[in-house]
């Protein structure tokens, strides 16, 4: 069956620090996968996404995301992170052909120091 | 500007009652989802449309029920039968035609609600 695994629930890093969260999948054929980030209260924005092609991306805001078969992981980077950077960051995975439902991690919340 | 709107942002209800919710886009876009998300379980999928007059469940769509009699529109009642109905409820939508685009959802802000 599909599943996505963020494995970090929360994660700090100081600000200007470099980041990388992390996601793994399961699924049976070639993934469409995505990072979302959410602000407390708020929906969910796009920053990047991945169908086909050259496997590392880039998004919105400065980050890129990295695509690796063999490993069965979508990491999410930025270089150096801001403090406006500190939200809730969702990995997802596009599933069931025409109906195109997307099943999502469990969030890894971001906190930055100053 | 276009989007999706949810109303109302809060809301708060009694045991027993039935509530609805509602989704709106401007975005022509052809499906339309619910999702619900509680603390450190990502967001969970209630019930999904593909075109007007038709909708299908999801993962967790006991004790909740939808209508899209409108390509627009797709409230969301959360029913007295369901057992735990506190948490954050979002609404998404996409557009179904091209490849790019088919797969990437726009999401509302979300409606919180609480049952005391």
């Known amino acids: 069956a599909q599943s996505v695994t963020q494995p970090d629930i929360h994660i700090t890093v100081s600000e200007g620090a470099s980041l990388e969260l992390r996601c793994n999948y399961s699924?049976?054929?070639?993934?469409?996968l995505f990072w979302y980030v959410q602000s407390p209260g708020q929906g969910l924005q796009l920053l990047l996404k991945?169908?086909?092609?050259?496997?590392l991306v880039q998004g919105i805001k400065g980050f890129e995301a990295e695509f690796k078969r063999s490993q069965s992981s979508f990491n999410l980077r930025k270089p150096s992170v801001h403090w406006s950077d500190a939200a809730e960051y969702f990995c997802?995975?596009?599933?069931?052909?025409?109906?195109?439902?997307?099943?999502f991690g469990t969030g890894t919340l971001l906190a930055v120091q100053p | 500007d276009g989007g999706i709107t949810q109303s109302p942002k809060y809301l708060f209800r009694k045991e027993g009652q039935n509530v609805t919710l509602s989704c709106e886009q401007n975005?022509?876009?052809?499906?339309m989802y619910w999702y619900r998300q509680d603390p450190g379980q990502g967001l969970r999928l209630i019930y999904y449309?593909?075109?007007?007059?038709?909708?299908q469940k999801g993962d967790i769509a006991e004790g909740y029920s939808v209508s899209r009699e409108k390509k627009e529109s797709f409230p969301l009642t959360v029913t007295s039968a369901q057992k735990n109905p506190t948490a954050f409820y979002l609404c998404?939508?996409?557009?179904?035609?091209?490849?790019?685009?088919?797969?990437?959802?726009?999401f509302g802000a979300g409606s919180r609600l609480t049952v005391l």
């Open positions: 997802a995975l596009s599933y069931g052909g025409a109906t195109n439902k997307l099943i």
């Open positions: 699924y049976g054929a070639t993934p469409y």
């Open positions: 998404a939508s996409r557009t179904m035609t091209g490849h790019s685009g088919a797969n990437v959802l726009t």
């Open positions: 991945y169908f086909s092609g050259d496997t």
């Open positions: 975005l022509n876009h052809d499906a």
């Open positions: 449309s593909q075109i007007v007059n038709d909708f």
